[in-house]
């Protein structure tokens, strides 16, 4: 599956048009400022996810205008035609014209992301390490996200009805904090489930990448055990709510449950948050944007799109060459850089270079791709060239 083409209406500074990408590398170059970013949120957008960049749907919208729209099509395995309206307060996507939800937006346009936003990961607040499990916990198991939606509503509710004057209904509280368990346990044993093969990724993307830390992996900090079954996680979280009913309600929020887990970077028993320098944190997060590209994939049969935003600003060219030679030849990419001379100059795969000025993409070249290394093969068997990151 790749996005074919690319339509879009009234959405930020981008010209109305519709562009047709290569199937492989689409490296987009420009000064500051002229609408490179805003591509990749147009494609963010109509796959489903969130902005990187607003909470507010009527900042992508332009001036003057009611809504925004953007599409695309999509060829080769999935192929057709997803879009998304956008507006104040108002999201709809539809595949071949029929309304779908957002999650199965994602998973008919699944993209994996690598922004300015990101680089704060290993020492930002939980909520981004943790949505970074989530998306991958999701992706594998859908019914996940309806188990998401469940727990946080009844979060909602239980905290409502604390901090409601006098006595809260007895009955009704059970009856939410019944749900929190249950539906609590699923998201907790997913993310116990996924974050293994997740870290093992991590590590061996890190290693291509040259991380000088060695054995990095990823920890689950958590309320709940970190060892049990479903029944065994939901009964830590009925004695769990229960024991902080009091402190809730002085609170005026829910100070245990999964909603509070964190993932933290490790490597051995260091955590990295602190002790990585910018350079080796800006690699561990690329890292962990590779393998879930490449965890995604393994489960899917394809290559998710990866899009990388402002990929060569201060970052260390030996990691740039490092993720350049890693990239592999089959899987859609998109790229945005404001500096043409350096991107042109690293091994990337074959495609084509787009310069945006203004919020108009124009073609702007080739790129010609690197030249396939490839090992002698022992005798009496073919050769076989492999991707590096699916080694």
Known sequence: MEIGTLTVEAFRNLTPSRHGFHPRMNLLVGANGQGKTNVLESLALVSGRPSFRTADLADVVRSGEAAASVSVRLTGDGAGALGTLLSR???????????????????????????????????????????????????????????????????????????????PDRDALSSWEEILSISGASIASARRR?????????????????????????????????????????????????????????AGRALFGPHRDDVT?????????????????????????????????????????FAFDDFDSEWDPAVLTRFAEALPEDGQVFLTSARASVARALPLPAGTVWEVAAGVLSPAGLLPGR?????????????????????
């Open 89 to 167: 307060g108002r999201r709809e996507h539809a595949w071949n014209g029929k309304k779908v939800s957002r999650l199965e937006a994602s998973r008919k346009l699944p993209i994996v992301f690598l922004t300015s936003a990101d680089l704060g990961r290993l020492g930002g607040p939980p909520s981004e390490r943790r949505r970074a499990l989530d998306r991958v916990a999701v992706a594998l198991e859908p019914g996940l996200a309806t188990e998401f939606r469940r727990y946080e509503k009844a979060r909602a509710e239980r905290v409502a009805l604390l901090a409601s004057p006098g006595r």
């Open 194 to 250: 996924q974050i293994g093969p997740l870290a093992r990724r991590l590590a061996e993307t890190a290693v291509l990448l040259g991380s000088p830390w060695t054995d990095v992996s990823l920890r689950l900090v958590s309320d709940l055990p970190a060892e049990g079954g479903l029944e065994t996680l939901a009964e830590a979280l009925r004695g769990g709510l229960r024991q902080s009913e009091g402190a809730d309600r002085r």
């Open 265 to 305: 970077v490790v490597s051995g028993r260091t955590s990295l948050a602190t002790r990585a320098s910018s350079g080796e944190t800006r690699t561990l997060v690329l890292a962990w944007a590779l393998a879930e590209r490449t965890i995604l994939a393994e489960a899917g049969g394809a290559l998710p799109v």
């Open 371 to 391: 030249s396939p290394v490839v090992s002698p093969a022992p005798a009496g068997r073919q050769e076989r060239s492999e991707d590096v990151l699916d080694s």
